[in-house]
């Protein structure tokens, strides 16, 4: 072979190893994950853990309690961090102020200790991370969905539980696609009607939407169902639209006072529409 064949030669496989070494590693969901959310034990997501005597929002160990004995398997907790960098499960801090009756009303964080000083409704136990390892460590069916955290680095290290059963709520496109690069197994994206394009041409699996969103856009969402991707509703408490659309415009939907138990809303909130 002429020296001149050897060097093309050399060019050639210097250029197919870097393509096979540059070549992006195709993105998947768990598949597991994704055909146990089409089980109907998955229908409802205890929405932000939980309501409890008819108070929504607590993020509490106490709502996230009823919610399993209630027979929830999907349990939404929303993520803020500490002034420390702790994660703890908080909606926002105004509304966690207000419930906690803190001296000072405004929306900065506190630290961990303070936080873990605190009651909610003077009866209710706030979540933290530590808290949250624990119970999906026992329940080894459960499901959790973190909203409000985009902190992905951070999601992968604190919790310490299987990370194919994390659902993570995405906010933007720019951040889906860093989930994906980070490592977040199943990235949920946060969606509306006008992004149906952009669902069907990254074949993202997850999305949450609104229920006004899906009521306003019902073909598009019956489309999505029909393509085989996983519509999260939020958020509802009963109703004939909730009743008659499951499995038609929407997987599962995000609610406060279902009982799996007897089949019905458990609270006066519930809605009759």
């Known amino acids: 072979m002429h020296f001149g ?19 992006k590693k195709e993105f998947k969901y768990d ?7 089409k089980n109907n034990e ?34 939404e907790i929303d993520l803020m961090e500490t002034t420390d960098g ?10 966690f102020k207000k419930m906690s009756n803190s001296l000072s009303i405004d929306i900065n964080a506190i630290s961990y200790k303070e936080f873990k000083k605190k009651k909610l409704l003077n009866k209710y136990k706030p979540i933290t991370v530590e808290e949250i390892n624990k119970i999906f460590h026992i329940n080894k069916d459960l499901i959790l969905i973190t909203d409000k955290s985009n902190n992905f680095k951070k999601i992968l290290k ?13 906010f933007g496109k720019k951040n889906y696609f860093k989930a994906i690069k980070l ?33 306003n856009h019902k073909e598009i969402y019956r489309n999505l169902i ?29 609610t406060d006072f279902w009982d799996f138990r007897s089949n019905t809303c458990v609270s006066k909130k519930c809605t009759t529409n």
Request: charged share 20%.
């Open 183 to 215: 490592g977040i197994t199943n990235p949920m994206f946060s969606a509306y009607h006008k992004d149906y394009d952009f669902i069907i041409k990254n074949d993202i699996k997850l999305v949450a939407a609104s229920i006004k969103d899906i009521k």
């Open 86 to 95: 702790i994660f703890v499960g908080v909606h926002d801090w105004l509304s």
């Open 5 to 23: 064949n050897k060097k093309y030669l050399i060019i050639v496989l210097i250029l197919f190893s870097l393509f096979f070494l540059t070549k």
């Open 158 to 170: 604190d919790f310490k539980f299987d990370h194919s059963r994390i659902i993570v709520e995405i």
């Open 42 to 75: 998955y229908k409802y997501i205890a929405h932000a853990g939980g309501g409890i005597n008819n108070v929504t929002y607590t993020n509490s160990v106490e709502a996230v309690s009823q919610s399993i004995e209630r027979g929830f398997k999907l349990i």
């Open 226 to 254: 029909k393509k085989n991707i996983i519509v999260f509703a939020y958020t509802a408490n009963g109703g004939s639209f909730v009743n008659e659309n499951f499995g038609k415009l929407f997987t599962s939907v995000y």
């Open 31 to 37: 598949e597991n994950i994704l055909n146990l959310l």
